[in-house]
């Protein structure tokens, strides 16, 4: 297991739990507007021997503080690329702490697998946009080959649909940007997964904020990033309101 980096303590990340955090290396996506760029690019060989040594702490952390926490979150990164995931999360399951997953759902083969074995108690999957702008939005739109695309959003697809068929309690959650997000792409994308689904399904949409280096500035992608007031978001947010009312603004 290969940790970038670890928070001893969180308050949000894990809502009504006392948590820790930690954050694997490495993602298939180069989202633009990502705030963990480093995380995300230090998935190479260099290193490696670091974050290995760093899941090592973070568990042995976990064991001094298990009966002052309530649960541990798995976020990146993408945690699912990791190949030993199962055996880390079976630590962390072993000291009674509960475990949310934040992911971005491209291997629908192993959340079954995490899920099955019971080694997740909570999954925050992001919903980065509608198909038409899925390449753009995640990075991609460079790829000649549409059927990289399609692969990965199917595959999105199916970790909903498997989330949908389960008990584990989940949300959705998009990272709003003007220039990935019109207003019409949002109903859009509300439209799709509420005409399908007869569940109230948690969405959590929150404004993108500029801070720091982005993934853009680290891939020189010539993307204009902006965020929407909060009279917009709030506009927006009626507007959404409307086809469901499970759909909540993160501030």
Not at 55 to 80: C, H, I, M, N, T
Not at 244 to 249: D, K, N, P, T
Request: neutral net charge; glycine residues 4%.
């Amino acid at each position: 297991m290969k940790l970038s980096g670890y928070m001893k303590l969180t308050l949000q990340d894990y809502p009504g739990f006392v948590a820790a955090m930690c954050f694997t290396s490495g993602c298939q996506l180069r989202c633009p507007y990502c705030h963990n760029a480093e995380i995300v690019l230090s998935n190479n060989q260099r290193n490696y021997t670091d974050r290995e040594k760093k899941a090592v702490e973070f568990l042995s952390y976990l064991e001094q503080r298990k009966l002052q926490l309530d649960g541990v979150v798995v976020s990146g990164g993408e945690p699912l690329l990791q190949y030993d995931i199962s055996d880390f999360l079976y630590k962390i399951k072993k000291m009674r702490l509960a475990v949310k997953l934040d992911t971005n759902g491209l291997i629908p083969d192993r959340l079954k697998e995490l899920i099955n074995n019971r080694l997740i108690d909570y999954v925050a999957l992001d919903y980065k946009n509608c198909k038409e702008y899925f390449a753009e939005t995640v990075g991609l739109s460079s790829i000649e080959n549409q059927e990289v695309i399609d692969i990965y959003y199917n595959n999105w697809r199916t970790s909903l649909n498997y989330l949908r068929e389960n008990s584990v309690p989940y949300e959705l959650r998009t990272t709003v940007v003007r220039e990935l997000h019109p207003i019409s792409v949002l109903i859009h994308m509300a439209e799709s997964i509420y005409k399908e689904s007869n569940q109230p399904e948690r969405w959590f949409l929150q404004s993108f904020l500029r801070s720091g280096q982005l993934m853009c500035d680290y891939t020189n992608q010539n993307t204009r990033l902006s965020s929407y007031s909060n009279e917009e978001m709030e506009e927006i947010m009626q507007e959404l309101l409307r086809i469901a009312s499970c759909i909540q603004l993160r501030r």
